[in-house]
């Protein structure tokens, strides 16, 4: 007989620095979903829950290294909503938390459900921004649940990510997608015999989100792509019609889905049925900032070992619930959150399932991957206690910080050339 079928929640939200401040303190409607409004009757608690953060503190306090305060508030808070709005109270623990700068994953599990009985937890990180720095990049969470039984069970691969902004820069998203495989590495598995790291593909279920920034590249030839009309796009947008219509200009479906170039074997629901995650004025429910052209940036995307890769469009994972959270005011970002059901485990299963790739697609680690990692982490730290430094001297303001800083530098320079001159001066007189 198979098992039962776990109820997964993904949240992701890019929080524009903010620290402390960048989250509302009644998470409710976005971590707390009603399944009455998604594609079940019942109300189920989610047995795991994944929460990831992008641009989760101020840079220089990223850099430095100094985001333990920030991401343990977090943790408090999100066990505290969860538990208290959960259909029947029950209760959590966390599996494990991660951050790299401003890059942030926890993940929860129901204590009457995995929490019990999940093992080889592992954590990794990796940086993608200039030098490997970790401005851009992700960080994964793996564990595994063992069979009902006792068995091997499944390895379930959770990663947050954060890749290049900007809407000119498509082919360097690209190439974050791919060093984030190559250098986001793991142990090798449970029970196999090869003892090699691997990627985030070797695993049962992916699940990989965050602000990805993929935008919308609208053709010349639909005259929504010019600026003077840039009132008629935010007006088709706000349709679902309309947004059906603009489905085809999103860049991460045409390079996923058409081209093939990124995110390899990933699915994910209808995200043309919710407004778009971003770019909204701060303070603004619906509000786009005329500056952007709207886009889905912040996305959820899975795969399960059942899925197969000659029918790329479907998915053995039920998407019950995928939307953006509007009432979100803080970021220039909303926050979006789905609900997947996942397909029946295998509990007598005499192996470990694996996801089924391409025949074309190999994803290997970067031997180099430990070196990369860990330059751009000392850059990080090098940067962000120089940072941190100019901040203090600026009482919290960088450009008051390094105007200070210039001040002084002229200031001891005048003070030093007037001692050495006055030295100068007595050595004559004497």
């Known amino acids: 007989m198979p098992g039962k079928r776990l109820l997964v929640e993904i949240a992701s939200y890019n929080t524009n620095l903010q620290g402390d401040e960048g989250v509302s303190q009644d998470l409710v409607d976005w971590l707390c979903p009603t399944l009455d409004v998604s594609r079940v009757r019942e109300r189920k608690a989610p047995d795991i829950i994944a929460v990831g953060f992008q641009e989760l503190l101020p840079l220089h306090l990223g850099f430095a290294g100094l985001s333990n305060a920030v991401i ?30 401003g890059v942030a994953l926890l993940v929860y599990g129901r204590d009457d459900s995995v929490a019990r009985t999940v093992c080889d937890v592992q954590t990794q990180w990796t940086g993608c921004g200039p030098a490997y720095m970790g401005n851009k990049g992700a960080v994964g969470v793996r564990f595994r649940v063992p069979g009902e039984d006792g068995g091997i069970g499944e390895v379930y691969t959770f990663v947050c ?22 250098t986001l590495i793991f142990p090798a598995l449970p029970f196999s015999e090869s003892r090699s790291p691997t990627t985030i593909y070797s695993t049962s279920h992916l699940f990989f989100f965050g602000d990805l920034n993929f935008r919308l590249a609208i053709p010349a030839s639909r005259g929504l792509a010019d600026p003077s ?14 947004r059906r219509s603009l489905r085809e200009c999103d860049e991460l479906l045409v390079e996923r889905d058409i081209k093939g170039s990124i995110f390899m074997g990933l699915r994910e629901g209808e995200f043309w049925r919710f407004n778009c995650s971003y770019k909204y004025k701060l303070g603004e ?11 889905w940036t912040d996305r959820i995307m899975y795969t399960t070992f059942a899925d197969t890769p000659d029918a790329s469009a479907e998915s053995s994972i039920a998407n019950l619930l995928y939307t953006t959270i509007p009432s979100y005011t803080r970021s220039d970002h909303k926050p979006v959150v789905a609900l997947l059901l996942l397909p029946p485990s295998e509990p007598t299963a005499p192996t470990l399932p694996v996801l089924q790739l391409a025949p074309d697609y190999h994803p290997a680690p970067d031997p180099l991957a430990a070196i990369k990692r860990y330059t751009g982490r000392l850059l ?20 008051v910080g390094i105007c200070n800083f210039v001040l002084g530098l002229g200031i001891w320079g005048w003070w030093n050339s007037s001692w050495w001159n006055s030295r100068g001066q007595s050595a004559e007189q004497s």
Request: glycine share 4%.
């Open 161 to 182: 990510a954060h890749l290049t902004a900007h809407s000119h820069e498509l082919q360097r998203r690209i190439h974050d997608f791919h060093h984030v495989v190559r």
């Open 285 to 295: 429910v619906d509000n786009f900032d005329p500056k952007r052209i709207p886009a």
């Open 229 to 242: 009309q840039r009132s008629s796009l935010v007006e088709t947008l706000t349709d679902e019609e309309g």
């Open 380 to 399: 990080d730290r090098v940067l962000g206690y120089v940072w941190w430094a100019i901040v203090l001297l600026g009482a919290g303001s960088t450009i």
């Open 72 to 101: 343990n508030n977090r943790n408090t808070q999100i066990l505290s909503q969860i538990e208290a709005h959960s259909p029947s109270k029950e209760r959590y623990s966390l599996i494990a938390k991660v951050v790299n700068v």
